[in-house]
């Protein structure tokens, strides 16, 4: 499977792996021309694009835009897609999560077939539209300010987690009410020493590592891991350098995530052109990338580059980047990894999140833990269904845990007491939902790295 970013321009590369073409490609988005927010434009491509999933209808077992989009069909009057209000087309694009599930592993007619079709890109393009012309949902925007809410949070962390855990019921209810966040929802939660406090001295690389002296990784550690997970920043530093490897601490900003859901382009753009700014001297230095989620590495890899397809520093960032159990295998399969891992007890169980199968590079996490010895190791490869705020949104969590359910059954029927994931916040999101299929009390939640740490017994990690 090819793992490598795409060329700017003038489309993303061939995507060898899943997919129904050969070489599925995708085109610049082109944010930057007035046309693209055409709203009579869009909608006249929703149609002809609509039409075409009607008549081929395999991607009905994804998320929640399809079955809407053909039930919409089925029970118009003429039983196609012109008895369909446009209007109606709002709440196709308003289920969509910009997963990529559809494009990378179901459609037969992406680009360069003829039809060339992108739906999760067009879904982008309306919502870009939809924002321009109407602004933006204001409580999913401030939300997505991560590293602004990180840092407010940060000197009154326990008071934050205190008042959004789903315990406190009043204030739960407070907040749901208010701000439309449902109250059953488990929330992320904040630290008073972020991954970049924990980091301020990164651990030394181990000389008897296998990569001693050949490998230096710079740890863009993600608004998540910063703020939220810091451990998962901390393990990846010490299981990189348990390996040999230099590494160093990097995070100039959130990679725009939040930003690129709401439609809101230019920001994301923005953000791109400062990091890939940060990182390039490093880069031309010769040190590689790691990014901690997998939403992050999908957009440094992918949808920068096709932000910015001129931008030289954003497309050698984008071959720099690796997610970190990527780096991992990589690292084992150049030079074998240290020794010293033990068996996990009770077994772990893996999602494979949808913005990892996006980056089609395989399971690479699953594949990382199977290297820890005399430990099951399962691996479920469904959509958790969170989708950025869809898991946490009163108006959306209905939506999040239908489309989830179907992983939190796989989950629970493993039995295992770890459940990792590449996205943490479905990791989370599926946790809880494992509970109530089971009955019992969540599993163990984490990061993969997590894990792979915690099997070497890295005490600091």
């Known amino acids: 499977m090819s793992d490598k970013a795409p060329p700017t321009a003038p489309a993303s590369p061939a995507i060898k792996g899943e997919g129904s073409l050969d070489a599925p490609m995708r085109h610049p988005i082109e944010w930057r021309d007035p046309s693209y927010y055409d709203m009579a434009a869009i909608e006249k491509e929703m149609e002809r ?7 081929c209808r395999r991607c009905f077992n994804l998320c929640d835009s399809f079955p809407k989009l053909f039930d919409m069909i089925d029970e118009s009057p003429t039983g196609e897609l012109d008895g369909v209000p446009t209007e109606k087309y709002a709440e196709v694009a308003d289920a969509c999560t910009l997963c ?23 879904i982008l393009r309306y919502r870009a539209a939809k924002r321009k012309q109407d602004g933006g949902d204001f409580v999913r925007e401030q939300l997505g300010e991560t590293d602004r809410n990180g840092k407010l949070a940060k000197p009154v ?14 204030l739960r209810g407070l907040l749901e009410a208010i701000a439309g966040i449902d109250a059953e929802a488990e929330l992320p939660k904040y630290y008073s020493k972020t991954a970049k406090d924990r980091l301020k001295t990164m651990p030394a690389a181990d000389p008897a590592g296998p990569a001693f002296g050949q490998r230096k ?5 993600t608004c998540f891991s910063n703020y939220n997970d810091p451990q998962t920043a901390v393990a990846a530093a010490h299981v990189l350098a348990k390996q040999g490897v230099e590494t160093q601490f990097l995070y100039p900003e959130c990679c725009g995530m939040p930003q690129l859901e709401s439609g809101d382009l230019a920001d994301v753009a923005g953000r791109a052109g400062r990091v890939a700014k940060v990182f390039a001297p490093y880069i031309a230095d010769g040190w590689e990338v790691v990014a901690l989620t997998a939403s992050c590495g999908l957009m440094m ?18 071959g720099a980047t690796k997610d970190i159990s990527q780096y991992v295998m990589g690292l084992s399969k150049a030079f074998g990894l240290a020794p010293g891992l033990s068996p996990i007890p009770g077994g772990v169980t893996v999602h494979h999140a949808c913005h990892a199968r996006a980056q089609n590079m395989g399971a690479q996490s699953a594949q990382m ?4 010895p005399d430990t099951r190791i399962e691996l479920v490869e469904r959509c958790s269904g969170h989708g950025g705020t869809f898991g946490v949104m009163k108006e959306t969590r209905p939506m999040a845990l239908k489309v989830g359910k179907p992983a939190a059954r796989l989950a629970a029927k493993t039995g295992t007491e770890e459940l990792c994931s590449d996205c943490p916040l479905a990791c989370t999101h599926l946790g809880q939902m494992v509970a109530a299929e089971t009955g019992e009390a969540a599993p163990h939640t984490g990061h993969p790295i997590e894990v792979l740490a915690r099997s070497y017994g890295l005490t600091g990690a």
């Open 217 to 221: 990784v710079l740890i863009y550690a």
């Open 369 to 372: 833990l199977k290297l820890i």
């Open 49 to 55: 694009v609509f039409d075409i999933c009607h008549g």
């Open 100 to 122: 990529d599930m559809c494009f990378l592993t179901k459609c037969p007619y992406v680009p360069p077939h003829e039809f060339n079709l992108d739906f999760p890109h067009l």
């Open 301 to 318: 890899k992918f949808e920068w580059p096709l932000l910015l397809p001129e931008n030289e520093a954003v497309k050698a960032l984008a």
């Open 157 to 170: 962390a326990g008071l934050a987690n205190w008042a959004t855990a789903r315990e406190n019921t009043p």
